[in-house]
């Protein structure tokens, strides 16, 4: 770690990347009684004495209709530790994002890890926003029943029944991330690019997954349709400097 990476005095250049993500593999994106890793976004849990343990986070629309939808921070850290296992398997030492002695560390000194320096920490703002991603259109849903495992002993608990609301495969979904003082496109810059643009390739690709239950395969992606755009600043505004396709 060498570079100065708190460069949010100017911004230099934007990176909008937009497309639609498929899911090809059900997605469950919801929290519920059991895990409580996101603490964001409408119906996080589901209501009192509704028929799921485990609902899908939805936004709520005025006239009470619902529809689920993927909050960009959880893209985000998917594409963080994606990014942080890419950077390991090169020889850069890496540490989690709740790894506050490091994260203090970096601050103190004022250099930034490269994973930090492209996802930011407590510390540091982050150089990449990923929005909220909202189904196309509405988002049909299915329930599905499980056996409780207990955790202390590793086996099915008897009687103890869970369900899940899982979104079917298929649907599409609106992406859009902005990537800030890094170069990605046409061309990477330095390391941070290169490592964005892996990332980013990997979603192109369909290698990578999203939500819950990922070990059995469930929460698969693929960005299709997906587009680039940079701005620069000339003259004290922004201008479009290059945009393609990303295949
Ligand atoms: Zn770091």
């Known amino acids: 770690m060498n570079e100065r990476y708190d460069d949010f ?3 230099e250049v934007l990176t909008r990347i937009t497309g639609i993500l498929v899911n090809k ?10 895990e409580t890793p996101l603490r964001i976004g409408v119906g996080r849990e589901a209501p009192l004495g509704s028929a ?5 986070l939805r936004i709520v629309f005025a006239d009470g209709r619902t529809n689920p939808y993927i909050p960009g921070s959880s893209i985000k850290g ?10 390991k398997a090169q020889g850069h030492s890496v540490h989690g994002p709740w790894d506050f002695e490091a994260v203090e560390n ?17 510390k540091l703002a982050s150089h990449v926003r990923v929005y909220d991603a909202y189904p196309e259109s509405y988002a049909p849903t299915f329930v599905k029943t499980g056996v409780g495992i207990n955790r202390d002993f590793r086996g099915a608990q008897p009687g103890v029944l869970y369900t899940e609301e899982q979104v079917v495969p298929g649907v599409r979904w609106d ?5 800030i003082n890094i170069r990605v496109f046409p061309e990477p810059l330095d390391e941070r690019g290169r490592l964005l643009r892996r990332v980013i390739d990997m979603l192109v690709k369909g290698m990578v997954q999203v939500g819950a239950r990922r070990t059995i395969g469930y929460g698969l992606v693929e960005l299709k349709d997906s587009r680039y755009e940079v701005y620069e600043v000339k003259g004290g505004a922004l201008v479009k400097t290059s945009e393609g396709n990303l295949t």
């Open 25 to 34: 593999t059900p997605l469950r994106i919801g929290v519920g009684r059991e």
């Open 106 to 122: 970096e601050a103190k000194n004022g250099e930034y890890c490269l994973i930090c320096g492209i996802f930011g920490s407590t």
């Open 78 to 87: 998917v594409l963080r530790s994606l990014a942080e296992s890419i950077a």
């Open 52 to 56: 799921v343990d485990l609902a899908p």
């Open 175 to 179: 992406f859009k991330m902005d990537v």
């Open 9 to 11: 005095d100017r911004l």
